[in-house]
């Protein structure tokens, strides 16, 4: 049974790497650069920007994908349940804490929202718990200060990208 899981497992490595020499093979084609959506409402399309920039600043980054939060803009009752949903989640995130080359990735429309959800997710994070994590946040340069504030004493890797 093991054998059959050891050969199935060597078969796979084998295509995966096949395909891999295939792709870099191949010529690479330039994407165009998605500018900031003006709809706030539009997650496809703030997806689509903010995951361009979340591409360019992943070095050092050594787990599989980022996790990233896409705080919702807006007052509506359902804007703040679910900004109040995903603050409970990275709350407890951060309780828990993450292991170094992880990237957490923050961001929405409304960047003063997003640094106000940062502040609040971290306010309770243990002094130095974050030590090699990378947290980007993307937001507009006025509130970078609010943001990096709350993030020093983590110990983590912080890069803000103004949009």
Request: hydrophobic share 40%.
């Given at each position: 049974?093991?054998?059959?899981?050891?050969?199935?497992?060597?078969?796979?490595?084998?295509?995966?790497?096949?395909?891999?020499?295939?792709?870099?093979?191949?010529?690479?084609?330039?994407?165009?650069?998605?500018?900031?959506?003006?709809?706030?409402?539009?997650?496809?399309a703030?997806?689509?920007y903010?995951?361009?920039?979340?591409?360019?600043?992943?070095?050092?980054?050594?787990?599989?994908?980022?996790?990233?939060?896409?705080?919702?803009?807006?007052?509506?009752?359902?804007?703040?349940a679910?900004?109040?949903?995903?603050?409970?989640?990275?709350?407890?995130?951060?309780?828990?804490?993450?292991?170094?080359?992880?990237?957490?990735?923050?961001?929405?429309?409304?960047?003063?929202?997003?640094?106000?959800?940062?502040?609040?997710?971290?306010k309770?994070?243990?002094?130095?718990?974050?030590?090699?994590?990378?947290?980007?946040?993307?937001?507009?340069?006025?509130?970078?200060?609010?943001?990096?504030?709350?993030?020093?004493?983590?110990?983590?890797?912080?890069?803000?990208?103004?949009?």
């Amino acid at each position: 049974m093991y054998k059959y899981a050891l050969l199935a497992a060597l078969a796979l490595t084998g295509v995966t790497a096949c395909s891999q020499q295939e792709e870099a093979q191949q010529p690479t084609e330039q994407v165009a650069a998605v500018s900031k959506p003006t709809d706030p409402n539009d997650s496809k399309a703030w997806n689509a920007y903010l995951g361009q920039i979340v591409q360019k600043n992943m070095q050092g980054m050594t787990a599989d994908r980022p996790f990233p939060y896409l705080v919702p803009a807006g007052d509506s009752d359902d804007a703040n349940a679910v900004r109040q949903r995903q603050l409970e989640q990275v709350q407890d995130t951060v309780a828990r804490g993450v292991l170094p080359g992880n990237m957490l990735v923050f961001a929405g429309p409304d960047s003063a929202k997003t640094a106000e959800f940062v502040t609040d997710a971290f306010k309770d994070a243990k002094p130095g718990a974050f030590k090699d994590v990378i947290v980007l946040v993307i937001g507009d340069a006025g509130d970078k200060d609010k943001v990096t504030t709350a993030l020093q004493p983590t110990g983590a890797t912080i890069r803000y990208v103004n949009f």
